[in-house]
């Protein structure tokens, strides 16, 4: 019997054979999973581009000569297999650009011939750029958000527009504000109210937190348990969020637009600040200025005291300025109308006398007034009475002859000032009193409106009061307590230099 001399591997060749297979696996699937990852690249930069080409059959089927200001939704554009999210806008060349574009896989901005194109889902990161602190729900820390407009969120731009000749003054919601609705609590009804923009950024983060001014520290936020209202955990005052916004007339309208994200170079940033809740008030008690509830209001002093007044909290405290603008325009995109007073209530307009603060607490951020007899406070997202009860200043504005002169730099405000940082507005003020019909655009400083026409009654058009005096004169916002009804609001403005009855409102700039 012949004797079988086949012999097999040894576990050395073994052994051998997957070492290599090791070393070539090693070598070929990162290659071969780098082409397969080139490849949905690619198919996804081939995918924005198509979406880029679909706008023309995009605007012809839809019968628009151009793109809005809130640009295209790409899923609305007819492509094949479309699973593309985000949105396409014209940037100030007039070039269109993708925002935040992505397949879920990848994510794309910029102009068509320089695509910028990285790897996750847009916004994957979390939290407001910029922002810092424990947010709406911390007791302490600095000055902070919630972050929830920042950059890891998809871009929103919310809008209304209005025709500049409308006698109505209602404004049409527009973008992403399409179909949104806004209610204020007016009264003390138990019904149900609906307001959209709670949920939806900036205005969800607009929050009433306490602020110890010694150890320059938050200390409590409203529903916090250590909460309060009367000072006695700190300065009460309201944080506004950072957004960006842009205003602007065009062919007989006039549109304003917030968003969570710059759109583009026309859109302006409004950095993050503080508003006291309350009118300035001051304790005799321990001789010191206060926001807060159930405390005088300090009142008949001229805007250079209260400018140092309030210097007295901190270095990064002022009394209100530009930023007041501000607030008109996150009013204005929230409620779409002038009218104020019908949308929050008439405030204390009809009274004898100046209400102390903590007539809103109950309302705790929501809008509008517990009761709506013009001898009530009202409220507008954690700032009780910003108009009635007593007029306001507003710091960085001085008028010469009906001519405003605006500065933004606070470390420069200086009454009687127009020159330096003071920048004239390219408009004059009207030059006689009554209700407002229209107010004035200047391209170059277009947060700043004025009134420039008078005209219409307290229905109509901008339906607030302007009162004015010839001569170098300080600016006052919201009207007073004492007797003047539906003339106050938001675009209510007194032009004369007399501090019977002028008091002030902290902000915090940082």
């Avoid at 302007?466 to 003339?487: E, T």
Wanted: one cysteine or more; a negative charge.
């Amino acid at each position: 019997m012949k004797e079988n001399k086949c012999k097999g591997f040894t576990l050395i060749e073994l052994l051998a054979v997957i070492v290599i297979l090791a070393v070539i696996a090693l070598i070929t699937v990162p290659m071969i999973m780098n082409v397969i990852e080139k490849s949905r690249k690619e198919a996804f930069k081939d995918s924005v581009l198509g979406a880029f080409e679909a706008v023309d059959y995009y605007l012809l089927k839809n019968n628009l000569s151009e793109i809005t200001e809130e640009g295209i939704n790409v899923t609305d554009l007819d492509l094949k297999n479309n699973r593309l999210s985000g949105s396409i806008h014209k940037n100030e060349e007039g070039n269109l650009e993708v925002v935040n574009v992505s397949d879920g896989r990848y994510c794309a901005q910029g102009i068509q011939t320089k695509l910028v194109i990285t790897k996750g889902t847009c916004g994957s990161g979390s939290g407001a750029e910029g922002t810092e602190g424990n947010g709406s729900g911390g007791s302490s820390g600095t000055t902070g958000g919630t972050g929830s407009g920042g950059s890891g969120t998809a871009t929103k731009i919310y809008g209304v527009k209005r025709s500049i000749e409308s006698e109505s003054s209602v404004w049409e919601r527009i973008g992403d504000a399409t179909n949104l609705v806004a209610q204020a609590q007016i009264g003390e009804s138990a019904e149900e109210i609906q307001n959209d923009f709670d949920n939806i950024y900036p205005w969800s983060d607009i929050k009433t937190y306490n602020y110890n001014t010694e150890t320059q520290q938050i200390t409590a936020w409203i529903g916090d348990n250590n909460f309060s209202f009367d000072g006695s955990n700190g300065e009460v005052l309201t944080y506004i969020p950072e957004f960006y916004y842009r205003r602007y007339q065009e062919n007989g309208y006039e549109y304003i637009y917030i968003s969570n994200h710059k759109v583009n170079d026309n859109y302006s940033k409004s950095d993050a600040f503080s508003i006291g809740r309350y009118i300035l008030s001051f304790d005799r008690s321990n001789s010191k200025f206060h926001s807060a509830s159930g405390v005088s209001l300090y009142v008949n002093k001229t805007i250079t005291q209260f400018r140092n007044f309030a210097k007295t909290l901190g270095d990064d405290f002022g009394q209100l300025d530009y930023h007041y603008f501000i607030i008109q325009l996150l009013y204005l995109v929230e409620y779409a109308d002038y009218n104020s007073q019908a949308k929050l209530g008439k405030g204390n307009v009809n009274n004898h006398e100046g209400l102390l603060g903590g007539g809103c607490n109950d309302l705790g951020m929501k809008s509008g007034t517990l009761v709506d007899d013009g001898k009530h406070s009202m409220i507008y997202r954690g700032m009780e009475d910003i108009y009635g009860n007593i007029y306001q200043y507003v710091d960085g504005i001085n008028i010469k002859d009906y001519q405003v002169f605006v500065c933004y730099d606070p470390s420069q405000y200086e009454s009687n000032k127009y020159d330096g940082c003071y920048k004239p507005l390219g408009y004059i003020n009207a030059n006689s009193e009554g209700y407002i019909q229209k107010l004035g655009y200047d391209k170059n400083q277009p947060l700043i409106a004025f009134p420039i026409e008078i005209g219409g009654n307290e229905n109509t058009y901008i339906s607030d009061y302007y009162w004015h005096a010839s001569g170098n004169q300080p600016v006052c916002l919201g009207g007073s307590y004492s007797l003047i009804d539906s003339k106050a609001g938001l675009w209510s403005w007194m032009a004369r230099n007399n501090s019977t009855n002028i008091g002030a409102r902290l902000i915090k700039y940082k």
